[in-house]
């Protein structure tokens, strides 16, 4: 039975990854730094693992043997990282070094390791849509420290001949994310009926939804990829920020004359996104569920676990 690892298992992915594994009947071993008011709680394959720790790492690794590791723990916030680029720092880099050399030093038969990286790398691109072989130019603190975890895979893929696939993923919104642009607007909304948005609306994303996340997760770790180290996560169309917004709004039962936009770009913020998903496509990927569909279920979601 072909075993899974994944870190930061209690997360928007790692969460998401845990069911879509064990459903296809992997053997699950999920890590997490915090495991007590999760729900996996009575998984016994649900560890509390802090990636903080290497040695730790290295002890636990010789223990699970996995065949693949799922690299999703660590910080995963553009405008934190802004206001505190040390913790961004230590939950991106830090903990993808401890992970890499904890794997490293325990000697076990190298895994196949997906590290999740962020289309923020790209920062402004010259052109779209973004092919993986842009140049990378971070304009935060999270880009920057992605960046610095993808060289430091390419370091390992190299130097310890890991065979390390990192996945640029654009803007992942669904079930299970308490966070990022349709979570603030709905509790815009609640609060004071306005959705008072950042920007011209004229910017623009790759928005991909959670189940088309974990599928392209589960097509470059399952198939054979040995053609590339890097693959571009997205839907492949551009969607602008007012489209993005208005549609929301609609869902919300919010009328589109309540949307304002600021023309403020918050720092760190890149300008319009649309990704090359030649790739992914390759392995077999398709896009399954369109936006509207996908903000319906999320609206769904979110009236059911939100505080209002
Ligand atoms: N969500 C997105 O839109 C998106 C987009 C691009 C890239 N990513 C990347 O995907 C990865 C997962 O993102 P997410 O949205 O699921 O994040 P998340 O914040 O929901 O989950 C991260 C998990 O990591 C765990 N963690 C933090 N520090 C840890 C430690 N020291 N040891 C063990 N576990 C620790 C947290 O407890 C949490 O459960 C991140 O690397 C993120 O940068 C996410």
Redesign the pocket.
């Known amino acids: 039975m072909t075993s899974v690892l994944i ?2 298992a ?5 969460s998401s990854l845990i069911k879509l594994f064990t459903s296809k009947k992997y053997k699950v071993i999920g ?4 495991i007590k008011e999760t729900k996996f709680k009575d998984n016994d394959n649900l560890k509390e ?4 720790n290497q040695n730790l790492i290295s002890r636990e690794l010789i223990k699970d043997k996995p065949d693949i590791i799922i690299h ?5 916030d553009v405008s934190k990282s802004v206001r505190n680029p040390d913790i961004d720092f230590q ?1 991106n880099v830090a ?1 993808t070094h401890n992970l890499l050399f904890g794997i490293y030093k325990s000697g076990i038969t190298l895994p196949k390791i997906i590290f ?4 923020a790398v790209y920062g402004n691109p010259k052109k779209l849509p973004i092919t993986e072989k842009a140049p990378v130019n971070p304009l935060s603190p999270y880009a920057l420290h992605k960046v610095m975890c993808e060289q430091m895979c390419q370091y390992f893929i190299s130097n310890y001949q890991m065979n390390i696939k990192i996945l640029r ?1 654009f ?2 919104y669904g079930t299970g ?1 308490k966070k ?1 642009i349709f979570w603030d607007m709905y509790n815009k909304a609640k609060l004071t009926g306005r959705l008072d948005m950042f920007g011209s609306g004229n910017e623009s994303r790759d928005f991909i939804n959670i189940t088309d996340v974990i599928e392209s997760i589960y097509l470059v770790a399952t198939k054979d990829t040995a053609d590339y180290d890097i693959y571009n996560v997205a839907n492949g169309s551009e969607v602008s920020i007012r489209d993005a917004a208005t549609l929301f709004a609609n869902i919300m039962r919010v009328p589109s004359e309540k949307v304002y936009f600021n023309n403020v770009v918050r720092e760190g913020d890149p300008l319009n996104w649309q990704a090359d998903i030649s790739r992914l496509k390759n392995l077999g990927y398709k896009p399954s569920v369109s936006m509207e569909n996908g903000l319906v279920d999320y609206f769904k979601w979110i009236e059911g676990n939100s505080i209002y």
Do not use: E, N, P
């Not at 890590?31 to 915090?34: A, L």
């Not at 999703?72 to 995963?76: N, R, T």
């Not at 999740?116 to 289309?119: E, V």
């Open positions: 870190t930061g209690k997360g928007f992915i790692g890590w997490d730094v915090d693992v802090d990636l903080g999703c723990a660590g910080s995963a939950g903990l999740l990286s962020s289309a993923i803007s992942a994310l990022q």
